[in-house]
């Protein structure tokens, strides 16, 4: 040690060195070693008296040496790696490669030494050198001024400051030492006779980030990336705004990845919810920063941010809301190089924030999601194939979280089964074991968002929950005048959806959440009350003008509402509201009908007959089983709901006082004051019943085929009735007895056969006069025309069970369209037209149906609920074919079309395509004809009648015949994988026939 005593104090500055391969050295070099070892120390210890060094301690090859200034330091290893190069060397092997490393802080000797980290600090500095190389830190290249050349007299002063001259500080970079966990820049000294070119130091280089490695690959969002990267170049302050577990962490961290060469200070990632010692303090960590005593941590951050080129990325801003604004703030007015990229389920509401709403996943990458983490979570070995994977996710919304939760679950369940419970995907996702994570389940994920709403916002997220789509601003006002401030709260913290419009969704979870929170306040039943009640509204305002006039049809403007309707009429079916429930299926009825959606139709009137009460018939009873007829492919069904039907129509005259004769005076007496209990009406129409079945068996042992048909008929009767009896429904049992009560004699007298009357109906038919009724028949005397128009329509409808027989319907047909036309409502016949329409297209009377159809026009225009449909159109259209007139074809074919899009009827749509391909066949344009039949047929809720279904048969059979298999086949294909709306376009630009070949209509026009 040098014989000075007394040690430096304040500010320090601490050198190390010792020998690069001192070991090696040693065997080589033997018994020369420890002269080699001798002249080494003499050397620098002799440099050290010069610049006033302080020797502390030597141990073998190393030195630890104190400066009380930097600059002597810095001069003191310049000079001792000049005269370590310079000195004469037993050889040239022999060369000691001294490295040196300084580091300069505030220290205070304890007797003869240090207990400081900054001597830790130094003597990693002077490890990461290599021999013959001096490094120091930043505070030593900070401290290191002229100012102790300047000052400092005599011999010693001179060689410093000539020393200092020619000094520089070469920037390594930053980097981490060992035992240490803030990063330190390093500086290499430069100077004429040192050596300039070495390796990177020896310690870790400093991280330029702390992004976390991910577990699993990211996948797609391809779009995503680059959408949010460019706007984080051009604005200082991005906030990703999501629900949880949209996936705003995993694309944050992937875009902050792809912009690391663009911020060369680094991109730092903290978590809000994770943040236990507060925003700054986790910052400070992730920089490698030091607390400084009695300074706030948030200077000290600034200070290190304010001139740097990095990247802030704060996660789960809602964790601590007010603490990152602040925060956010402070960096941002004062570091003018740094950027902020935010994720939180709302907005920061800071000047100068740009929100971006993270979409959720598309199809493709939620398939590709699914099927990875499925992959994961089954351990690698393939489980459902992909067609069940993609309609499993097609059900999952696009969420990055529920598809993790999905892809566990089908540990337990295949796809298919998933798929099918999604309805409630709490129930069907949700694991109690999962923890308290946010992320662990739904329910937890969603308590996170919905702990922070106001009362009023709950509550307005209740009433919501009981929607089943999304809903308009009018809506959420017609329940709360008010409700405009608790929705945009639902919407900034992502609960609510703001979807084109606009229009306001929640989310299947979302829904699920709140109907389950809604159910344990107990309001429940006021809420879907309420929804049944604007249901009904909405069904008034959009099937009536302002004028009270009824609009024309359209399915278009009533698909926002079917959704709302059919679950208002599945609770008024839960709770018992038959009026309301009877109401909604009405109006539900074309668009059942349209897309296929019979079933559930008639499940739905079902669940509300249950409900029907003993006593009194609801209003549009018998219309809904006029409908629910209409919804059933099955004759036998449908004659019993057609006899429900005329049985509750009668019993509505009875109730208005209206109806006449016997039937209509039981009824009467039945309500009036000596009307007989439950039990005793029960047990009199099962009795009644009982005879039907002896009546059914005494005309089957008449013998004749008629008699049996009867009998079959009869007795098929008498089983809905006694059905109707069981159900607790005695009065519907009544009616249908009443209404079928003529078949019943018949039966059982063998009398009046089906011969007797088909002839007596040919005779009454030529003559233009009806001399007899059909079974059931019609009375409109004294009846208000709503009740007479509503017996013809059960009558009408009857005609498609005597479709067997085109004669016999034919005649029905003409019979009620002449009732019709006595009892004032011709309209109501309008269905009957065009049944018979159809019927004289099939036999050739191409003359009485253009005819018929003709005059048919104003019944068309009176009745709201066929006008858009334009059948007379459509079939006059299909008149011209058969007389090959193409023009008139083609201009009634494209008017039917254009409505019946406009109007949402896309299976009647697709008729009027393949009209319009046998037009082309006609046409001589067989290749386009097959396109559109091909079109038309893969059209979704095309049905078409039998009559019509045969005929676009045999012109396909010709097509085919004409074209050959091979190319038949290829177009057909072709027309069914391009698209409807594509297949209708294809329609409507196919020419008009008479700009074809030079037609004369058109020759002064077109040139």
């Known amino acids: 040690m040098s014989g000075r005593i007394e040690l430096p104090s304040g500010l320090v500055t601490f050198m190390f060195t010792d020998i690069e391969g001192s070991t090696r050295l040693a065997r080589m070099l033997g018994e020369t070693y420890r002269t080699v070892l001798g002249a080494h120390r003499a050397v620098l210890r002799g440099v050290f008296d010069d610049f006033d060094g302080v020797e502390l301690l030597t141990e073998g090859d190393s030195f630890f040496v104190a400066f009380s200034n930097a600059d002597a330091a810095v001069a003191a290893c310049v000079e001792a790696q000049r ?51 001096v490094l120091c830190s930043e ?94 170049s051009r604005h200082r302050l991005v906030t990703v705004v999501g629900p949880g577990g949209s996936g705003k962490t995993r694309l944050t961290h992937a875009v902050a990845e792809q912009l690391l060469p663009a911020y060369p200070g680094g991109v730092w990632t903290i978590d809000a919810a994770n943040a236990a010692k507060g925003l700054p303090n986790a910052l400070a960590a992730s920089l490698g920063l030091r607390p400084e005593p009695g300074r706030p941590m948030i200077d000290t951050v600034v200070e290190e941010c304010a001139e740097r080129r990095m990247l802030v990325v704060l996660q789960t801003c809602e964790a601590a809301p007010a603490l990152t604004t602040t925060l956010v703030h402070r960096l941002l007015s004062r570091c003018r190089r740094l950027d902020v990229l935010a994720t939180a389920r709302a907005p920061l509401a800071l000047a100068g924030e740009t929100v971006w709403r993270i979409p959720p996943l598309v199809p493709a990458d939620a398939f590709a999601l699914l099927r990875d983490r499925a992959a994961a979570a089954q351990g690698g070995r393939p489980g459902d194939g992909d067609p069940q994977l993609a309609r499993l996710a097609a059900r999952l919304e696009g969420s990055p979280l529920v598809i993790q ?76 005048p008010e409700a405009l401030s608790a929705l945009s709260e639902l919407a900034d913290k992502s609960l609510v959806e703001v979807t084109p419009g606009p229009r306001y969704r929640l989310s299947e979870q979302v829904r699920a959440y709140a109907l389950r929170r ?63 429930g009877l109401r909604l299926a009405t109006a539900l009825d074309p668009w059942w009908r349209e897309h296929g959606d019979t079933r559930e139709g008639r499940e739905l009137l079902a669940a509300l007959y249950r409900h029907l009460p003993t006593d009194g018939v609801p209003p549009n009873l018998a219309a809904a089983y006029l409908v629910h007829a209409g919804l059933t492919a099955d004759r036998t069904e449908q004659g019993h709901y057609l006899a429900l039907a005329e049985a509750a129509a009668e019993a509505a005259r009875s109730a208005t006082g209206t109806a006449a004769g016997p039937g209509a005076a039981r009824s009467a007496a039945g309500a009036g004051p000596t009307a007989e209990s439950g039990s005793a009406r029960s047990a009199i129409k099962a009795t009644e019943a009982t005879e039907a079945f002896e009546a059914a068996g005494a005309a089957g042992a008449a013998g ?107 005649r029905d047909c003409r019979e009620a369209i002449a009732l019709a036309d006595r009892a004032g409502v011709p309209s109501t016949a309008f269905p009957a037209v065009l049944t018979l329409a159809e019927l004289l297209w099939r036999r050739d009377a191409l003359n009485e149906a253009a005819e018929l159809l003709g005059a048919a026009r104003h019944l068309e225009a009176a009745r709201p609920e066929d006008r858009g449909r334009r059948a007379v159109d459509w079939l006059l259209g299909m008149v011209a074919l058969r007389r090959g007139d193409l023009v008139a074809a083609h201009d009634h074919l494209v008017v039917a079309l254009r409505s019946r899009l406009r109007h949402g009827f896309r299976g009647a749509a697709a008729d009027a395509v393949a009209a319009i391909a046998v037009r082309c066949v006609l046409g001589g344009d067989p290749a386009t004809a097959t396109v559109l039949f091909g079109g038309a047929e893969a059209a979704r809720g095309a049905r078409r009648t039998a009559s019509f279904g045969a005929f676009w048969s045999a012109q396909q059979a010709a097509l085919r015949a004409a074209l050959g298999d091979t190319a038949f086949d290829a177009a057909y294909a072709d027309g069914a994988g391009i698209g409807f709306d594509r297949i209708v376009a294809m329609a409507l630009a196919v020419e008009h026939p008479d700009l074809e070949n030079g037609a004369a209509r058109f020759a002064q026009i077109v040139r």
């Not at 970079?173 to 803030?182: C, E, P, S, V």
């Not at 994920?445 to 702990?451: A, E, K």
């Not at 509204?537 to 709302?564: C, I, N």
């Open 704 to 810: 004749t085929a008629e008699a049996m048909k009867a009998a079959e008929a009869v007795q098929t009767t008498a089983e809905f009735a006694t059905q109707a009896v069981a159900a607790g429904t005695p009065e519907t049992a009544a009616g249908i007895v009443e209404a079928e009560a003529p078949k019943i004699t018949a039966a059982a007298a063998g009398t009046a056969t089906a011969a007797d009357t088909a002839a007596a109906a040919d005779t009454a038919t030529t003559s233009g006069t009806a001399t007899t009724e059909p079974a059931g028949k019609l009375t409109t005397d004294g009846e208000r025309p709503g009740e007479t128009a509503l017996r013809l329509r059960i009558r009408i409808a009857r005609l498609t069970l005597t479709g067997d027989d085109p004669r016999a319907t034919e």
């Open 518 to 580: 809604l159910a344990a306040t107990g309001g429940e039943a006021a809420a879907r009350d309420r929804h049944l009640t604007w249901s009904l509204h909405t069904l008034d305002r959009v099937t009536v003008d302002t004028d009270d006039q009824v609009r024309t049809l359209s399915l278009t403007e009533l698909s926002p509402y079917v959704a709302e309707w059919q679950t208002a009429l599945r609770w008024a079916a839960e709770t018992g509201d038959v009026t309301a």
């Open 139 to 232: 505070a030593t290249a900070l401290a290191v001024t002229a100012t102790y050349a300047a000052t400092a007299g005599g011999a010693t002063g001179a060689a410093a400051a000539a020393t200092l001259a020619t000094v520089d500080l070469l920037d390594l970079g930053a980097y981490r030492l060992r035992g240490f966990d803030d990063d330190e820049r390093l500086f290499q000294v430069v100077a004429p006779g040192l050596e300039r070119d070495f390796p990177r130091p020896r310690t870790a280089e400093a991280p330029r980030h702390n992004l976390p490695a991910e577990h699993a690959p990211f996948v797609g969002r391809r779009s995503e990336l680059s959408e949010l990267a460019a706007l984080i």
């Open 83 to 133: 005269r370590l190069s310079a000195h004469d060397w037993p050889r040239d092997d022999a060369v000691p490669r001294v490295r040196m490393g300084l580091h300069t802080g505030r220290a205070v000797p304890i007797g003869q030494e240090y207990a400081s980290a900054e001597v830790h600090r130094a003597a990693r500095v002077s490890a990461a050198a290599h021999g013959g190389q």
């Open 405 to 480: 939760l999905a892809a566990a679950r089908l540990r337990l369940l295949p796809a298919e089964q998933l798929a099918r419970r999604l309805d409630d995907p709490l129930g069907a996702l949700d694991n109690d074991a999962a923890g308290d994570g946010r992320h662990a389940s739904l329910a937890n994920n969603l308590t996170w968002s919905y702990r922070t709403l106001s009362s009023r916002a709950a509550d307005l997220l209740h009433r919501l929950a009981v929607f089943a789509g999304p809903v308009d601003l009018a809506t959420v006002e017609w329940y709360d």
